[in-house]
């Protein structure tokens, strides 16, 4: 009797923990997959100008450095996968004034520091090579160099064009929304109309003096091509969305800008 007992005992603790051990197998592909599902990579394009010419005056200028690093580390900590790319390709032209010591914040200071970064940045893809089906949102940075190239550029229009007909977002700041100068919806009409939007005000643009050195003034244009534009106090913090429109006024509005792009990317709504 004690045998039989036994044997009984012995089946009864091998049935149960088998029967456990299916239990933890579901469990942890349950948990892979919700996993793999938080983890979604996002791709962002950033694209920078190759402009760095200012007007007339035999100054330089180029893409604002606190534009694009601050916006760059932001999504890269929260694992967005960032590619550059420029319309000539290439090392683009930093400004030399984003490079004063009054012009440092903490995103600034760890791009000088970051050689990655740096090397990343000296080797960007040529615009033309750029297709937006590799991407889930685009990003222009400023300084005064997209006012004469991306504004103009033949395929910057045509890329933006593309990631808002395919409803992905598309964010600037600073004098970034340039951009918007010339890119048009299906119907023939300027993207930002009837959009709310921000960029430079024309009353920072006086502030620098450079008004009569550009060749528009960022928040004349947007106006004019029926943008409903707003802003803030000269050099505060400021920035607007509106549906896949993401824009910022200056560039301490470049943090709100990358806050606000990626809770787009990864929206209920996206």
């Given at each position: 009797?004690?045998?039989?007992?036994?044997?009984?005992?012995?089946?009864?603790?091998?049935?149960?923990?088998?029967?456990?051990?299916?239990?933890?197998?579901?469990?942890?592909?349950?948990?892979?997959?919700?996993?793999?599902?938080?983890?979604?990579?996002?791709?962002?394009?950033?694209?920078?100008?190759?402009?760095?010419?200012?007007?007339?005056?035999?100054h330089k200028t180029g893409f604002w450095i606190e534009e694009f690093a601050t916006p760059y580390y932001f999504l890269k900590d929260h694992g967005v996968?960032?590619?550059?790319?420029?319309?000539k390709g290439g090392q683009p032209p930093i400004d030399p004034r984003s490079s004063s010591p009054d012009s440092q914040t903490p995103a600034t200071v760890?791009?000088?520091?970051?050689?990655?970064?740096?090397?990343?940045?000296?080797?960007?893809?040529?615009?033309?090579?750029?297709?937006?089906?590799?991407?889930?949102?685009?990003?222009?940075?400023?300084?005064?160099?997209?006012?004469?190239?991306?504004?103009?550029?033949?395929?910057?229009?045509?890329?933006?064009?593309?990631?808002?007909?395919?409803?992905?977002?598309?964010?600037?700041?600073?004098?970034?929304?340039?951009?918007?100068?010339?890119?048009?919806?299906?119907?023939?009409?300027?993207?930002?109309?009837g959009k709310k939007v921000t960029g430079f005000s024309n009353s920072e643009e006086d502030a620098v003096q450079l008004s009569n050195i550009v060749p528009?003034?960022?928040?004349?244009?947007?106006?004019?091509?029926?943008?409903?534009?707003?802003?803030?106090?000269?050099?505060?913090?400021?920035?607007?969305?509106?549906?896949?429109?993401?824009?910022?006024?200056?560039?301490?509005?470049?943090?709100?800008?990358?806050?606000?792009?990626?809770?787009?990317?990864?929206?209920?709504?996206?």
């Amino acid at each position: 009797m004690k045998k039989i007992s036994i044997v009984v005992l012995v089946f009864a603790l091998f049935s149960s923990c088998n029967s456990g051990s299916k239990g933890s197998k579901v469990t942890e592909q349950e948990a892979s997959t919700k996993s793999e599902s938080n983890t979604t990579i996002k791709n962002v394009l950033f694209v920078l100008t190759s402009h760095d010419e200012l007007g007339n005056t035999g100054h330089k200028t180029g893409f604002w450095i606190e534009e694009f690093a601050t916006p760059y580390y932001f999504l890269k900590d929260h694992g967005v996968k960032i590619t550059i790319a420029s319309p000539k390709g290439g090392q683009p032209p930093i400004d030399p004034r984003s490079s004063s010591p009054d012009s440092q914040t903490p995103a600034t200071v760890r791009f000088n520091e970051d050689k990655e970064t740096q090397e990343i940045l000296s080797k960007t893809q040529k615009l033309e090579t750029i297709n937006q089906a590799d991407y889930d949102a685009v990003f222009y940075p400023g300084g005064h160099g997209p006012l004469w190239d991306l504004a103009e550029d033949k395929n910057s229009i045509e890329l933006i064009q593309a990631f808002y007909a395919n409803n992905k977002p598309v964010g600037a700041v600073c004098h970034g929304p340039a951009i918007f100068k010339n890119t048009k919806n299906a119907d023939g009409t300027f993207l930002v109309e009837g959009k709310k939007v921000t960029g430079f005000s024309n009353s920072e643009e006086d502030a620098v003096q450079l008004s009569n050195i550009v060749p528009f003034l960022v928040e004349d244009m947007l106006k004019e091509n029926g943008g409903v534009y707003t802003k803030g106090e000269n050099w505060t913090p400021y920035a607007v969305e509106d549906g896949l429109l993401i824009t910022g006024q200056n560039p301490a509005s470049s943090e709100l800008v990358a806050e606000l792009l990626f809770k787009r990317l990864f929206s209920e709504s996206n």
